[in-house]
């Protein structure tokens, strides 16, 4: 009777481990460039619901308060210490963060880069939300819209660029340079950086309007970038004079559209980029993907080229015909 009782002790034991193990849930870092940032906060709520979709996944939202690598470090060497099982992070430098992540890989952390990329050597995939090339024609296209809507056969443009070292951004602005000649409309004058930050961006348009006096249209590729030199171009005084696109939220670009400041921009769905995000990072823990491609969920699955990168989506206009209707979801 004491043997049978042991034996039944030791398989309800053993049971227990082994529901413990199936039902442990996979920890996900989801590590924005900085905090406070719209276009992140509504990537978390993508990430939320493929966490709920998943079931056994716990996405942990996070990032720095200031937009540096070294903030980003400060992030990565506490998510490593934490001992998450996933890292999905927007970079705020491709090679900076490289060692760190590094680190974690060597601990068995998969790591997934979205948005802004880190160097292949820190991490296994990378999602870009759209077509690199698509995203830097797109920009320049709405440059020349806006110079079309003035009726202009040319006109001064500037960029508004986030940190000089963002990967995303430089990777657009070189696409961008590379169709100019097919806008002969767009006289590019300069790149301004504002470093993701609303006040240093706002001071920065100042700068551009008093600096280029014919400037006529500042494409800013940042979702930061974009609503304050929308903002500083109405209190300058300047609207119907220089347009303002390129890439934005519609709940924080509404305003701007319905001023004048901006007749149309784009953006892919930050919601879903941060679902993505999330079903890749998955499906690297579970060891589901392959180098060919990963799953993202109801979205699909992306396909990866030899540097395990792959695009989500098309980047999508807005202007005053559909604003409303999407300001009210992103």
């Not at 992140?40 to 619901?49: D, K």
């Not at 068995?108 to 948005?115: F, P, R």
């Not at 995303?168 to 602005?173: A, H, L, T």
Request: proline share 4%.
């Amino acid at each position: 009777m004491k043997t049978k009782s042991i034996l039944g002790c030791t398989l309800t034991v053993v049971a227990l481990a082994l529901s413990s193990s199936a039902l442990a849930e996979v920890k996900i870092a989801l590590v924005a460039k900085s905090l406070g940032n719209g276009f992140f906060e509504a990537a978390n709520v993508g990430a939320q619901e493929a966490a709920k979709e998943l079931g056994d996944v716990k996405v942990i939202y996070t990032g720095p308060t200031t937009t540096t690598a070294e903030a980003q470090i400060e992030v990565l060497n506490g998510l490593i210490a934490q001992g998450v099982d996933a890292i999905a992070i927007s970079a705020n430098d491709p090679d900076a963060l490289v060692p760190v992540l590094k680190k974690a890989m060597q601990r068995g952390i998969k790591v997934v880069s979205w948005d802004s990329g880190v160097a292949k050597e820190g991490r296994q995939i990378h999602l870009n939300p759209s077509n690199n090339a698509l995203i830097g024609e797109t920009n320049v296209k709405l440059a020349a819209d806006a110079l079309k809507a003035m009726n202009l056969e040319k006109g001064d443009v500037a960029i508004l660029s986030a940190t000089p070292t963002s990967t995303n951004q430089n990777i657009w602005i070189a696409e961008m340079k590379k169709v100019l000649p097919k806008y002969p409309s767009v006289n590019l004058v300069t790149v301004a950086y504002g470093d993701d930050l609303s006040d240093k961006s706002y001071r920065e348009t100042v700068g551009l309007l008093k600096s280029y006096p014919d400037l006529k249209v500042i494409v800013s590729p940042s979702s930061v970038g974009i609503v304050a030199a929308a903002q500083a171009v109405k209190d300058q005084g300047k609207i119907g004079k220089v347009y303002v696109t390129g890439l934005g939220l519609p709940s924080e670009m509404a305003g701007a559209v319905k001023s004048g400041a901006s007749k149309s921009f784009a953006i892919w769905n930050p919601i879903d980029l941060g679902y993505a995000a999330t079903y890749l990072a998955n499906d690297l823990v579970k060891g589901t993907a392959t180098k060919d491609e990963a799953s993202m969920g109801k979205l699909g699955k992306v396909k990866l080229d030899a540097d395990g990168s792959g695009a989500m989506a098309e980047p999508f206009v807005y202007d005053a015909s559909n604003i409303d209707k999407f300001s009210k979801i992103f």
